[in-house]
């Protein structure tokens, strides 16, 4: 089945400094990736979405210049928090939807677990 | 703005017991998902539904979705402390190029 893999797992960081967290796909061409945030016991909230070469489109109160996102190739997608804050602690999940899947909907990547100090 | 409401937000049953988890949305959809998360874990895919009617079955969990409605519903039979997770569905958004919208997630224990 389709894969994506994201890394790192969980990373921890100080104030002020940027985090690169990078989703791939493992098996199939993915065309569109989505990247979610997740606070504790809360559910997911769409950050953005990114097509293979275009600006990804940010959703309503997310700081394109703080998230930047990257979508280079039909494998991989990047997120760069820059100038982390503690309150940019979070789960932050991405996902993938495009070619060569055998079924409708999206793949989800294991997530990463940021902690910034 | 689409809204998508699950319920309970909560559940806690013995096992053996049945349960439905209903998710209602206010916008005109035929693709809808249930999701499973366990505690520090990302999602796991459970039932994609594609259509009006549609109906699927993995174990103990069965899902359907009735687009007229609005609403999809995650029944579980005969609970096992293993289901013990959080629920979500999303709704696919197609004419906005195609993204989803979670409810707000049922969290399920099962109690032995």
């Known amino acids: 089945g389709a894969v994506v893999s994201q890394h790192p797992s969980w990373v921890i960081c100080k104030s002020g400094t940027s985090v690169k967290i990078e989703c791939r796909s493992l098996?199939?061409?993915?065309?569109?990736m989505f990247w979610y945030r997740q606070f504790p016991k809360q559910s997911l909230m769409l950050m953005a979405t990114?097509?293979?070469?275009?600006?990804?489109?940010?959703e309503q109160g997310v700081e394109k210049d703080k998230f930047l996102i990257n979508h280079a190739s039909l494998t991989l997608s990047t997120l760069t928090v820059t100038s982390a804050h503690p309150e940019d602690s979070s789960f932050y999940i991405c996902?993938?939807?495009?070619?060569?899947?055998?079924?409708?909907?999206?793949?989800f990547g294991s997530g990463t677990r940021l902690t910034v100090v | 703005e689409l809204k998508v409401e699950q319920n309970p937000l909560f559940l806690s049953m013995q096992e053996g017991k049945n349960y439905t988890i209903y998710c209602n949305y206010s916008?005109?959809?035929?693709?809808l998902y249930w999701y499973r998360q366990d505690p520090g874990k990302s999602l796991e895919s459970l039932f994609v539904?594609?259509?009006?009617?549609a109906v699927k079955q993995e174990g103990r969990l069965m899902a359907s979705l009735d687009t007229k409605a609005r609403l999809s519903t995650l029944h579980i039979t005969a609970a096992v402390h293993d289901l013990s997770a959080t629920y979500f569905c999303?709704?696919?958004?197609?004419?906005?190029?195609?993204?989803?919208?979670f409810g707000a997630g049922t969290i399920l224990r099962v109690k032995s």
């Open positions: 916008t005109t959809s035929d693709r």
């Open positions: 996902s993938a939807s495009g070619q060569g899947r055998s079924n409708y909907g999206y793949t």
């Open positions: 999303a709704v696919d958004l197609m004419e906005y190029g195609n993204k989803l919208v």
């Open positions: 098996d199939f061409q993915a065309t569109t």
């Open positions: 539904l594609l259509s009006n009617g």
């Open positions: 990114s097509n293979e070469g275009s600006k990804a489109t940010y």
